[in-house]
Structure formats: structure tokens, C-alpha cells
């Protein structure tokens, strides 16, 4: 039973256990549907002139709070945490992003990874929206232009897991993989925060200011002046730091990064998501550490609150979004990595016929894409839809593995 809670730990399998039971939930009949999101969507209101919550929109300045906002724009923080963790990093010794050189090529390969996407979404919106009720830039519910940046990140832990099964544990094509999907998840950030804010104002100015007050507290107060190793009080500025990016009207689930970098932390890189980080007495690794369970069953809880989409909502923006990551993130990886590596040159070992199995393999997009779905697109039919797309973008495996059997990949274990 320990290896089996390990395995699912390690490959972020209660994610997919979460996604399945909304998605088997929400499709048992109407009576199912409607328990599902009266429990997701059930709500206390009180007056309040911030920004949390949801505005109800009747004019009385009430606004609402609900599960479904308790996982997304405050569990999912700290999701967001472990993965600005793993990104700050990869910049230490030993990390993916430490030798600008080596790094080159598999961040090249990651603009394509994005550019790719975004590009196959965008073409197929275009060629094909109003004939099916979807309009691109008309500022209607159904606007497919708010879509473009969901196919855009690549899901770390499960094509980090295909990639493992396809090439083996000592193959360069998975260090390779690990470096693209955390450069990819860095951009999903920065988009999340630009895209999806409220826009530009005096409060944006007065929460980004708080914020890096609190920055200066972590980093030189209790990092370099008290030397405090423990995480404890970063993890109040952390909160602290949540409220501010709310205020500022960028998504609150952003919040606690900006803490991370200010924390104690290891001299070195062990690899993305490494055991023998966990065994580290530095204060950021001792995080890590305390909520590494925690945010593994708080992914479970997002793929629950994310994926319970009826079948009967499949649409366009359900083919934008899986084509664009199925076929985008392969042809795009592969077309910016191939010509870099004509350039610079692949890692040693690593074959153009390996970086299009990476590519077809980075085509998940399950995570970071069910949660732009979800605050890119108001409209319900349309953000199920989208969110249909993501799940569909598992298809990249299949995909991956039959690419494997053609090329005949190198196992390498």
C-alpha cells in the first residue's frame, strides 16, 4: 500500500482519480449534474468592496464565496508554489536552467511549444468560427480569442511520467522534457498573471508594492539578518502575499511565489521533483516537504472541481483546444527544437526522431490548461467545452507511444 501511495504521488495520479470521478459524477443523469455544482458552486455573501470573491452582478455590491474558489484561487496556490519551486531551482548549480548553453536549445524547443499551440488554435478558430456559433474577438460569451492561452503549458508530472515509460530514466530526451515543461509552466504563470488580472490600476500599483515590502521582509529581515531556516514565517508572508496579488487584481493562486525566492534554500539542484530533496534542511525544502501530500490531495481536489463537464457540452472550442495541443505542441517543439539543434546541437545521444516523441509527449496539458479554461472563458458551455479539450489532451500519449513504435525509441534505462 506505500508503494502504491508513492506512485500516485509521484506521478500525480490523484489528480487524474479527481478529474475521472467529476467527470463520471457529472455525466450520471441531469439529477447528478445539478448536485455537483449546487456543492461546487454553493455560496455565502456579504457586502465587501475588495475584489475577492465573485461579484453577483445584481448591483448590491454583494459578493460570493465558494468551493469552487477555495480550490482555484486559494489550494491552487499552493500547487503554483511547488512549481515556482521547481523553476527558481533550476537556476541553482547542478539545475536545468544553470548553463545558459546546455539550456539553449530545450528553451528554443519551449517557444515553439507555445508559439505552436497558440498558433493551431488560433488557425482553426479562424478558418472556422461562426459556423458553429463560435465568434473570435466579438466580446460575447462566446468569444473563442480568450481561449488562446489555455493549450499553452505542458503538464510536468504526466509527460514527465510518459516520457519516463517511453525512453527510460537515463535517456537525455527526459532531462530534456523536464527542462521544456518547467520553462513551459514559467510562461503559464506570467500569462495567468497578465492575461487573466483585472487590469492596470492604482490598487495594482499598491498590491505589487506590498508585495515586494514583503519580499524585502522575507529576504533581508528573516533570511540574511535573523537567519531564520524554518518555514513557518515565510508561509505568513506567504498568506499575506496572497492577500496583496488579489488586491492588485492579479489571480490570487500566483500569490505565494514571490515568497519562494526569498527563502533559505539548497546550494544545489537535485532534478525536478527529487527525493533527495525532501531529506534537505534548508527552509524552502522543508516547505516542500510539509506540503508535498497536501498538494498532491489538493490537485485531486482541482481535478474534481475542474472536470465535472458533461459530454453533451463537446463543441468547438473542445477540437480548438485538444488539436492545438495534440498537434501544436508536437510540430511546434519540433520545428523550434530541430532547427536549434541544426544551430547549437541536440544533447549527446538525443536523435530529431526523439525530440518529435518529446514533443508529441509534451502535448498533455492537463493541468495548467484545465485552470486557464477555467478563468479564461465566462461562459459555462463554453469553459466545459474548453475544459473537454484539456482532458482530451491526453491523447498525446497515444500519440507518443505509436510515434515510439515507429521510430523505434532507445529505451535507456
Same mark, same amino acid.
Given at each position: 500500500m506505500k508503494k502504491l501511495w508513492k506512485f500516485l504521488l509521484d506521478n500525480s495520479l490523484l489528480l487524474v482519480i479527481g478529474a475521472v470521478i467529476a467527470l463520471?459524477?457529472?455525466?450520471?443523469?441531469?439529477?447528478?449534474?445539478?448536485?455537483?455544482h449546487n456543492i461546487l458552486h454553493a455560496h455565502f455573501s456579504f457586502m465587501d468592496n475588495t475584489i475577492y470573491g465573485t461579484d453577483?452582478?445584481?448591483?448590491?455590491?454583494?459578493?460570493?464565496?465558494?468551493?469552487?474558489?477555495?480550490?482555484n484561487d486559494f489550494l491552487m496556490a499552493f500547487f503554483f508554489m511547488a512549481a515556482g519551486k521547481e523553476v527558481f531551482e533550476a537556476t541553482f548549480?547542478?539545475?536545468?536552467?544553470?548553463?545558459?548553453?546546455?539550456a539553449a536549445t530545450p528553451l528554443i524547443a519551449t517557444a515553439g511549444g507555445v508559439l505552436g499551440p497558440i498558433g493551431?488554435?488560433?488557425?482553426?478558430?479562424?478558418?472556422?468560427?461562426?459556423?458553429?456559433?463560435?465568434?473570435m474577438g466579438t466580446g460575447t460569451p462566446n468569444d473563442l480569442m480568450h481561449g488562446w492561452a489555455v493549450p499553452t503549458a505542458t503538464d510536468i508530472a504526466f509527460s514527465a511520467m510518459?516520457?519516463? *515509460?517511453? @525512453?527510460?530514466?537515463?535517456?537525455? +530526451?527526459?532531462?530534456f522534457l523536464l527542462l521544456l515543461a518547467i520553462a513551459d509552466d514559467a510562461v503559464g504563470l506570467v500569462i495567468i498573471a497578465v492575461a487573466f488580472g483585472s487590469g492596470f490600476g492604482i490598487n495594482t500599483l499598491i498590491g505589487l508594492g506590498a508585495v515586494v515590502v514583503l519580499m524585502c521582509i522575507g529576504y533581508f529581515l528573516f533570511n540574511k539578518k535573523l537567519g531564520w531556516n524554518s518555514w513557518v514565517p515565510y508561509f505568513f508572508l506567504m498568506l499575506l502575499s496572497w492577500l496583496c496579488f488579489g488586491y492588485a487584481g492579479i489571480h490570487c493562486s500566483l500569490g505565494f511565489i514571490p515568497i519562494v525566492v526569498c527563502m533559505p534554500h539548497a546550494a544545489e539542484d537535485d532534478?525536478?521533483?527529487?527525493?533527495?530533496?525532501?531529506?534537505?534542511?534548508?527552509?524552502?525544502?522543508?516547505?516542500?516537504?510539509?506540503?508535498?501530500?497536501p498538494t498532491e490531495i489538493i490537485l485531486g481536489l482541482f481535478g474534481w472541481a475542474s472536470?465535472?463537464?458533461?459530454?453533451?457540452? *463537446?463543441? @468547438?472550442?473542445?477540437?480548438?483546444? +485538444?488539436?492545438?495541443?495534440?498537434?501544436?505542441?508536437?510540430?511546434?517543439?519540433?520545428?523550434?527544437?530541430?532547427?536549434?539543434?541544426?544551430?547549437?546541437?541536440?544533447?549527446?545521444?538525443?536523435?530529431y526522431k526523439d525530440l518529435l516523441v518529446l514533443g508529441s509527449a509534451a502535448g498533455i496539458g492537463f493541468t495548467v490548461a484545465l485552470f486557464?479554461?477555467?478563468?479564461?472563458?465566462p461562459d459555462g458551455d463554453t469553459k466545459d467545452a474548453a475544459k473537454l479539450g484539456a482532458l482530451l489532451s491526453l491523447g498525446s500519449m497515444v500519440v507518443a507511444f505509436a510515434l515510439s513504435k515507429i521510430c523505434k525509441t532507445e529505451r535507456r534505462a
Open positions: 463520471v459524477w457529472a455525466n450520471c443523469g441531469e439529477a447528478a449534474n445539478h448536485l455537483y453577483i452582478g445584481d448591483g448590491s455590491g454583494m459578493k460570493h464565496f465558494d468551493l469552487h474558489f477555495f480550490i548549480p547542478g539545475g536545468a536552467l544553470h548553463n545558459p548553453k546546455q493551431v488554435y488560433l488557425l482553426i478558430a479562424l478558418l472556422f468560427h461562426g459556423t458553429f456559433g463560435y465568434e510518459i516520457a519516463r *515509460i517511453i @525512453f527510460g530514466g537515463k535517456h537525455p +530526451a527526459v532531462p532534478g525536478v521533483h527529487s527525493d533527495d530533496e525532501r531529506g534537505k534542511d534548508d527552509a524552502l525544502n522543508k516547505l516542500q516537504t510539509a506540503f508535498y501530500v472536470a465535472g463537464v458533461a459530454f453533451t457540452t *463537446i463543441g @468547438f472550442p473542445t477540437a480548438c483546444v +485538444a488539436l492545438a495541443l495534440i498537434i501544436g505542441k508536437m510540430v511546434g517543439i519540433f520545428t523550434f527544437g530541430g532547427i536549434s539543434g541544426k544551430i547549437l546541437g541536440l544533447p549527446a545521444g538525443m536523435s486557464v479554461a477555467g478563468v479564461a472563458f
